[in-house]
């Protein structure tokens, strides 16, 4: 593993952890960077791992620069105290590429974090990850994704109960069905059919495994501007000009799987540990109260709708009450 100091403020780490052999005689490393409270600061008792939506690199957590993180999550939650570890998927910034992109699939990236949030969450409890912190055996490991990340982030914990917690942004269970073929959401239940047809979806609909994102915006554009979740009058022009900073070539398997209708329903009934869901008023996705019905194990959920926000939250003006829903919402699950 090696590290890197990053820009002033809280502290940043960059590292890499190792996932293992994926796939046959390939070995994977994931790319991550550790956000850190000011030095002296009380370290808060949850700690975060935090997946990327489409089209993202872990900066999308870490908005901003040395001069300006009004954006940035990352810098709000270490402002109250939490370590949070931000990761690039396989095929995005310093992770891991497969030798055929077409390998970058849903079952690839959850198998990649499974093996990555538990190789950087215990080493943050033995105190090996980040040089100069101690050991935190009783530090609680949270799971948190956005958007496709969401998707990943729940069949992450269904295959291996890493986290004590889930946070979910920008994630509804309806999916986008508008922007599919009708007759594949007919069959996409079966997921063993779906992930057997991805590859030939997105052949036909974007022709490669990793979509450039200008490629991606052009696309967006042909479909039609004045979408609120990305072209929201109320979104902050700084705030858009962040987040272009974390744009990153689109994984489209894993892409259209998250846009699938029910595609999280069988992990997500697996779900035991408590679940926070964080999706804007103005987002595509939609979440409301029958939500509930697809965690029926979990053991206390919870939707906060900021509002007038889109799908990328953070740079909408309700991004403060979010940020502090998110630090409140740990403390509690780390209260007896």
Known sequence: MTTTALDSGVR?????????????????DISLRVVLPSDGMTIAPAAFYCLVGGQTNLSFFDLGDEDDRRFSMAEALAQRGHIVVLA?????????????????????????????????????????????????????????????????????????????GLVLLGYGSGGLPQILPPDAIEHARDIDWLRTYLPELARERFGTARLDPQVAKEKRRGRGQGSPSFHSGNADPDGKHALRGAAAPLLTQPGLFSMFPGVSDKPSAQIEVPVLVVTGTHDFIEAGDDLRAQFPACTNFEIFRPEDAGHNLFIFPSRTVSFARIADWAQQLTTP
Do not use: Y
Request: hydrophobic share 45%; aromatic share 4%.
């Open 12 to 28: 940043r780490i960059e590292c890499t952890v190792p996932a293992g052999e994926i796939l046959p005689g390939e070995h994977f």
């Open 88 to 164: 690039d998927h396989p095929g995005i910034g310093r992770s891991s590429m497969p030798r055929d992109e077409w390998a970058l699939t849903p079952d690839l990236l959850i198998k990649a974090h499974i093996a990555a949030a538990r190789t950087a969450m215990g080493n943050l409890l033995e105190g090996s990850l980040v040089p100069g912190l101690d050991p935190m055996p009783n530090l609680l490991p949270v799971g948190l994704g956005h958007s496709m990340g969401s998707v990943i982030m729940i069949d992450v914990q269904a295959a291996q109960p890493i986290f004590a």
